[in-house]
């Protein structure tokens, strides 16, 4: 087998402007099993134990994989991640608070606050990463930037949802921080204290934690929307309300995409740097959202992270036909023609994405 027949990536099957991503299939159906078969009494208690043990094994698995040393590393390009950081923290927010003109005719008041939250939380590392790989991009920055969103989203985005959300829908108060610091950051900061010891087990193990990391998820997202079938929020969602959201969530992630490309141009940020800044700016991640919606809103944490179940898979579409556009771009093109005996690394699909 000749080099470029070995290099040639697989082929997938499915088209390749529709990347579905397959978690997203398994959340569907683990909201119908929610929606079927209820945690409800005793096994409710169970489930929600249980869903607590593993946000915090989550986060703890957060804390052993961020590489301290990179992370300072990229403290160099320190105008990158400022940028990154108002995109997801400043920008995001502002345009989730205009959207409270929509309210009531487009999004219902709790389908608005699922809205609002899914600006407040942090962006992925994972998909970042992988898209921007794509692009041709800087993919360092991409790992430091996301890795610095994730950090700063355990602090910013319980205190942005105490500021924007207030006290009735879920945020702020001090039961709730104290579970923030109880069950995310301290599992966070003992996986840093730890990644000494245990960080060289976790990367041999990568490809099985990762299961662990994705069931974890499906846990919090059954008991989130269990204790939103027993409670009977469900009836407050008609299927025109959600074709609304859906269409909100568009005309955001719309916004943010051009925000982030033309914006960094007029900051004087270089091609690669752009590449970086919009796929790490304009993406929220649901593996940080989700645990934090069932902490801060309780038995309305269904409604809550249905905006951001949604928009997940939406950036996950847009942005793998945007990154290969990109790749292809004629400046792309002809900066790789110039470089001697590149290696050819194959496209990874936007289903094996994570939903960091």
Known sequence: ??????????????????????????????????????????????????STGAVALLFFLYGVRLSTREALDGLRHWRLHVTVLACTFLLFPVLGLAARGLVPTVLTPDLYNGFLFLCLVPSTIQSSIAFTSIARGNVPAAICAGSFSSLAGIVLTPLLAGLLLGHGAGGFSADSMLKIVLQLLAPFLAGQFTRRWVGGFVTRHKKVLGHVDRGSILLVVYTAFSEGMTRGVWHLVTPARLGLLLVAEAVLLAVMLALTWYGARRLGFGREDRIAIQFAGSKKSLGAGLPMASILFGPQASLAVLPLMLFHQMQLMVCAVIARRRARDPETTEQAATVVAEPVVAEPSAGATSAA
Not at 5 to 20: D, E, K, Q, V, Y
Not at 23 to 45: C, F, K, N
């Open 1 to 50: 087998m000749s080099p470029r027949t070995s290099a040639r990536p697989r082929r997938s099957l499915l088209p390749s402007w529709l990347p579905i991503d397959p978690y997203i299939l398994a959340l569907l159906a683990t909201v119908g099993v929610a929606a079927l078969l209820p945690a409800s009494g005793a096994a409710a208690t169970v489930a929600s134990g249980a």
